[in-house]
């Protein structure tokens, strides 16, 4: 069991540039969540999904696009970098909403450095 | 909107000293409250919860009590260790189908010997 995992752990973009980043769970979560670490912001929430097919945007949203094809799978995607989203992405899943007793697990995260 | 206002850090103890990291939070409804820590190089891991006013949230030592009156959630611990250098991040949600968390800023604790 290995939780939700991230890929790549580490990325460095020039501006303009395209990539995806891939988070995987194993815990049969029908929630799963896309946020940004800044310092001295927290996480804020970029994309969210409630099931397999299904997105919603979450605080932070424009410049990022998200799948969710397969209920295992959360893609996040950037179409063309800018530096202001040099960040560390994390992943997250939760079996239910964040509500009442229900965790939201998160993975390792990935370094994301725009030039 | 929802609000999670941490103190501010970095906060640096000797080991065996008395913790406390204050939060405080803005919200309608009833809330959850939650504390997430998050270790060097790791991702979030929860690290307490309560869900209703004056219910008290433990583990590791650590303890935080939910007071509605004051909106508070404040996290403590009596004697820490290095182990527990980290970062210790405050968070709500609300109810009414709210399936997002709200975090706070985050607090950088350091643990000398």
């Known amino acids: 069991n290995a939780g939700v995992t991230q890929t790549p752990k580490f990325r460095v973009l020039k501006t303009g540039q395209s990539m995806t980043l891939l988070c995987a769970q194993d815990?049969?979560?029908?929630?799963m969540y896309w946020y940004r670490q800044d310092p001295g912001m927290g996480l804020r929430l970029i994309h969210y999904?409630?099931?397999?097919?299904?997105?919603a945007k979450g605080e932070v949203p424009d410049g990022y696009n998200v799948s969710r094809l397969k209920k295992q799978n959360f893609l996040l995607g950037l179409e063309s970098a800018a530096p202001s989203q040099t960040s560390v992405y994390f992943c997250?899943?939760?079996?239910?909403?964040?509500?009442?007793?229900?965790?939201?697990?998160f993975g390792p995260g990935t370094r994301l450095t725009v030039l | 909107g929802d609000s999670v206002t941490q103190m501010e850090g970095p906060v640096t103890l000797s080991e065996e000293a008395c913790l406390t990291i204050?939060?405080?939070?803005?919200?309608?409804?009833?809330?959850?409250l939650f504390w997430y820590v998050q270790y060097p190089g790791e991702g979030l891991q929860l690290l307490l919860k309560?869900?209703?006013?004056?219910d008290k949230g433990s583990n590791k030592g650590f303890e935080a009590t939910y007071r509605k009156e004051t909106t508070s959630f404040h996290l403590e611990k009596g004697s820490v260790q290095v182990s527990d250098s980290a970062v210790y991040f405050c968070?709500?949600?609300?109810?009414?189908?709210?399936?997002?968390?709200?975090f706070g800023t985050g607090t950088r604790l350091t643990i000398i010997p």
């Open positions: 997250a899943s939760s079996p239910r909403g964040a509500g009442v007793n229900n965790e939201q697990f």
């Open positions: 815990m049969n979560h029908e929630y």
């Open positions: 999904s409630v099931g397999e097919g299904t997105t």
């Open positions: 204050n939060c405080t939070y803005t919200a309608t409804g009833y809330p959850s």
């Open positions: 309560a869900t209703k006013a004056d």
């Open positions: 968070a709500l949600t609300g109810n009414f189908g709210n399936e997002k968390l709200t």
